[in-house]
């Protein structure tokens, strides 16, 4: 039963350096979402996405781009990565967002910017 | 902008405590509220409702939510420890063509033996 796959599970950067994160889901969803999550801020939606080649802006875009070249696969990427953006990152999907199917989330990718 | 709010923001109880943690939202084009439990990893999915008045239950978990006072709590009876954990409360913004939830900062439940 794997559901939503993160990788990378841990990474260190430094300043400056761009990486991509990885979301993958085996559920056949339309919908699928990357968070953040930092201490006291709760989970805070960056970027999201309808279906496959779509992409929309969420909460705190900045800094942040992503694609949906695939169905199952969401990357998010760091172009130029700042400390701020140290976080603790977490992938989403779901079926259909009218109907009463939650999100499923992924075990989340921790990112330390030195 | 949506909002969710929390409270406590954490509290610590005896094994078999009842314990009632709250949830208020202002949420455009609101559809459901959430709520998930986050453990070490993953918040894992607990109750979504959607009416007003209507209890969901599983286990030794409840929720209702209150759709005139914005609101929604989450009750846990007879607590165990395996029960700690961060419980997120989230509002589902559903527009016919974007979907979004917002979460709370969370309430940081600790059960003690």
């Known amino acids: 039963n794997a559901g939503v796959t993160q990788t990378p599970k841990f990474r260190v950067l430094k300043t400056g350096q761009s990486m991509t994160l990885l979301c993958a889901q085996d559920?056949?969803?339309?919908?699928m979402y990357w968070y953040r999550q930092d201490p006291g801020m709760g989970l805070r939606l960056i970027h999201y996405?309808?279906?496959?080649?779509?992409?929309a802006k969420g909460e705190v875009p900045d800094g942040y781009n992503v694609s949906r070249l695939k169905k199952q696969n969401f990357l998010l990427g760091l172009e130029s990565a700042a400390p701020s953006q140290t976080s603790v990152y977490f992938c989403?999907?779901?079926?259909?967002?009218?109907?009463?199917?939650?999100?499923?989330f992924g075990d989340g990718t921790r990112l330390s910017i030195l | 902008e949506d909002k969710v709010v929390q409270s406590p923001l954490s509290l610590v109880v005896h094994e078999g405590d009842t314990v009632t943690l709250n949830c208020s939202y202002e949420?455009?084009?609101?559809?459901?509220l959430l709520w998930y439990k986050q453990e070490k990893k993953a918040p894992t999915f607990l109750f979504m409702l959607?009416?007003?008045?209507i209890e969901k239950k599983s286990g030794r978990l409840s929720s209702i939510l209150d759709k005139k006072e914005l609101s929604s709590i989450l009750n846990i009876t007879a607590t165990q420890t395996g029960d700690s954990a961060i419980y997120l409360c989230?509002?589902?913004?559903?527009?016919?063509?974007?979907?979004?939830?917002?979460f709370g900062t969370g309430t940081r439940l600790q059960v003690t033996l």
């Open positions: 559920m056949n969803h339309e919908y």
């Open positions: 996405s309808v279906g496959e080649g779509t992409t």
């Open positions: 959607t009416s007003s008045g």
């Open positions: 989403a999907s779901s079926y259909y967002p009218g109907g009463v199917q939650p999100q499923h």
């Open positions: 949420v455009t084009n609101f559809r459901s």
């Open positions: 989230a509002g589902w913004n559903w527009t016919g063509t974007a979907s979004k939830l917002t």
